[in-house]
């Protein structure tokens, strides 16, 4: 074994060590329909409203571990596996649309009780948080998207066709490993540490192929902008200003639709809550912070 392998293994183990605080857990939502999540601050569950926290395409409840620490000493935090991930039972349709995965949130909300929640959604978690959030706008109390994916739902069917076919192209070449390997490093900004990196490939290794493929469809047939533009409660929107993959451009479009303005968080990239840890979960906790006060008065 190398020096640097056994360096990346002790990275990770502590990692596993400090999420091993929050086991996995799965809840029934129908039958033979199953979400697996993480959850931190039971203890708080009174003290202020629910955090709900969405991965994206590549990653996992496990990977907001830092926000599960830091957040969980005030509030309920949940940070769920998508359908098609760890657990999670896949969506029915092989082309899903953003409404079933905002329907399976729906329903995983149900189950535990959760009536509103602060939600919070990370690139193609932003896609299922949107949809969510404009057909059940009185269940969330405040949505905050973290490099927002925009979904290529608006544009021209060979444009969705070439985005869709090329990411799964890639898929079967490479499979989860090999997406890890390649592309984990796309998430980051220059400045990011070795463990930021260890990190993001470890959840990405893990992907489930059946899952990621109904997620790059998904991405091809949503547009979180019309989704955004129904939702009158409060909003924000945040980007890394590294950011490569849902660049601040493409967020200052999903703000403008939202009526909101765009939040760029300095020597971040794709993945700015993993590397930037401290500055995300600030933000995560004064926008929860502002949306007690706000629900508290309605």
Same mark, same amino acid.
């Given at each position: 074994?190398?020096?640097?392998?056994?360096?990346?293994?002790? &990275?990770?183990?502590?990692?596993?060590?400090?999420?091993?605080?929050?086991?996995?857990?799965?809840?029934?939502? /129908?039958? =033979?329909?199953?979400?697996?999540?993480?959850? +931190?601050?039971?203890?708080?569950?009174?003290? /202020?409203?629910?955090?709900?926290?969405?991965?994206?395409?590549?990653?996992?409840?496990?990977?907001?571990?830092?926000?599960?620490? /830091?957040?969980?000493?005030?509030?309920?935090?949940? +940070?769920?596996?998508?359908?098609?991930?760890?657990?999670?039972?896949?969506?029915?349709?092989?082309?899903? =649309?953003?409404?079933?995965?905002?329907?399976?949130?729906?329903?995983?909300?149900?189950?535990?009780?959760?009536?509103?929640?602060?939600?919070?959604?990370?690139?193609?978690?932003?896609?299922?948080?949107?949809?969510?959030?404009?057909?059940?706008? =009185?269940?969330?109390?405040?949505?905050?998207?973290?490099?927002?994916?925009?979904?290529?739902?608006?544009?021209?069917?060979?444009? &969705?066709?070439?985005?869709?076919?090329?990411?799964?192209?890639?898929?079967?070449?490479?499979?989860? &490993?090999?997406?890890?390997? =390649?592309?984990?490093?796309?998430?980051?900004?220059?400045?990011?540490?070795?463990?930021?990196?260890?990190?993001?490939?470890?959840?990405?290794?893990?992907?489930?192929?059946?899952?990621?493929?109904?997620?790059?469809?998904?991405? +091809?047939?949503?547009?979180?902008?019309?989704?955004?533009?129904?939702?009158?409660?409060?909003?924000?929107?945040?980007?890394?200003?590294?950011?490569?993959?849902?660049?601040?451009?493409?967020?200052?479009?999903?703000?403008?639709? +939202?009526?909101?303005?765009?939040?760029?968080?300095?020597?971040?990239?794709?993945?700015?809550?993993?590397?930037?840890?401290?500055?995300?979960?600030?933000?995560?906790?004064?926008?929860?912070?502002?949306?007690?006060?706000?629900?508290?008065? /309605?």
């Amino acid at each position: 074994m190398s020096a640097s392998l056994s360096v990346t293994e002790d &990275r990770n183990v502590t990692l596993e060590m400090r999420l091993s605080q929050f086991p996995a857990k799965r809840i029934a939502i /129908a039958p =033979q329909r199953v979400i697996g999540f993480r959850e +931190a601050g039971q203890a708080h569950a009174d003290e /202020a409203l629910p955090l709900v926290l969405l991965h994206g395409i590549g990653s996992g409840a496990a990977s907001w571990v830092q926000q599960l620490e /830091a957040l969980g000493t005030t509030r309920r935090v949940f +940070a769920w596996d998508a359908p098609g991930y760890g657990e999670s039972t896949c969506v029915a349709s092989p082309s899903p =649309q953003a409404s079933e995965y905002a329907n399976a949130l729906h329903e995983w909300l149900d189950v535990l009780g959760i009536e509103r929640c602060v939600l919070v959604g990370h690139s193609l978690g932003a896609i299922v948080a949107g949809s969510f959030a404009a057909s059940h706008a =009185q269940r969330v109390a405040g949505l905050l998207l973290l490099s927002p994916a925009a979904g290529y739902g608006a544009a021209p069917e060979e444009v &969705r066709a070439s985005k869709r076919d090329s990411r799964l192209a890639m898929l079967a070449e490479l499979g989860p &490993r090999g997406l890890a390997d =390649q592309r984990s490093a796309n998430m980051l900004s220059p400045h990011a540490d070795a463990a930021s990196r260890d990190w993001v490939r470890w959840n990405m290794s893990r992907i489930v192929p059946h899952g990621y493929a109904q997620a790059t469809h998904l991405l +091809a047939n949503a547009d979180l902008a019309s989704d955004v533009a129904k939702f009158e409660r409060r909003i924000a929107v945040a980007v890394g200003a590294e950011d490569t993959i849902t660049p601040p451009s493409s967020c200052e479009r999903i703000a403008l639709a +939202a009526r909101t303005r765009l939040q760029i968080i300095p020597r971040a990239g794709h993945a700015g809550y993993i590397e930037a840890s401290t500055e995300y979960t600030a933000l995560i906790d004064a926008f929860c912070r502002t949306s007690d006060g706000q629900w508290s008065k /309605a």
